[in-house]
């Protein structure tokens, strides 16, 4: 029988029967996968788990520490935290092209992770939060973004000399059982049904050049667009949502002068499968306010637009 309970208590049984008293290491992104992961391990292992969390720079506003508080805090786990911000942007200072900015984020990543599990010489086993369609779609390999998707935290992106054994505890599970589990485990509803975050973040969020200022910016448009989303009851209503960094100036007034300022776009979309998607027709209203609070609360920003594209012919994504 089905049943987060039985999945809990088998899977904790199969983890312990597999790593014994080996220590493991968990790459934490604070996606619902990873967490489910290591909410499991640490139910399961307890001290024998390390997670290591990189921030990239890239990540959402406060993510860094909220993921710190939840997670090392809260449940007590043992979390690395590695500041990358300043690596990321050396890495990424002069590159324009989408595709080799993923690389570039994605190979960083296992670069750091490696770093991190090379200290960690006691550790014999690497969790990880793959779960059912990741194997479908790596078995497939499929070319493309879609492969690339996975490449990154998931499956593909492994170091080809790895001396870790894996353990994949969620592997045979669908996302929406992963969720269950998530939330029997204890984890806040929240996170569980936060839309989905690329690998790459806000890397593929700012549009050409990522640069550490961008970053800031769009964070902030970004961290007002989900808020009201949520105060006006709309975040569960749409698939996924957030705000696009745009480097282009645009003319604004601001008393009897003139700016130049950036542009933000707003997305938010409808979708069961995120291979087709309609774009959500969010409140006029909505959108009004939404406009005017990160013009006014974010300097450097003159002019909001909201994104009506369908999937197809546009990606969910601008890059
Ligand atoms: P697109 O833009 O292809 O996005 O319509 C479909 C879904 O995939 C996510 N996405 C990514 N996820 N690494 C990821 O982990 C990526 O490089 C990537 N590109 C797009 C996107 O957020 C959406 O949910």
Redesign the pocket.
Known sequence: LWTADNIIEDSIRAVRAKVGSDQVILGLSGGVDSSVVAALLHKAIGGQLTCVFVDTGLLRLNEGDQVMAMFAEHMGIKVIRVDAEARYMAALNGVADPERK?KIIGGLFVEIFDEEAARLTDAKWLAQGTIYPDVIESAGAKSG?AH???S?HNVGGLPENMTLKLVEPLRELFKDEVRKLGLELGLPADMIHRH?????GLG?RILGEVKKDYADLLRRADAIFIEELYRHDLYSKVS?AFAVFLPVKSVGVMGDGRRYDYVIALRAVETID?MT?RWAHLPYEFLDLVSRRIINEVPGISRVTYDISG?PPA???WE
């Not at 989905?196 to 790459?200: A, E, L």
């Open positions: 993923r973004k690339l998707i996975k990154h989905p975050f690329p690998g790459p593929v996924q995120f998607a999937k990606t969910i994504e």
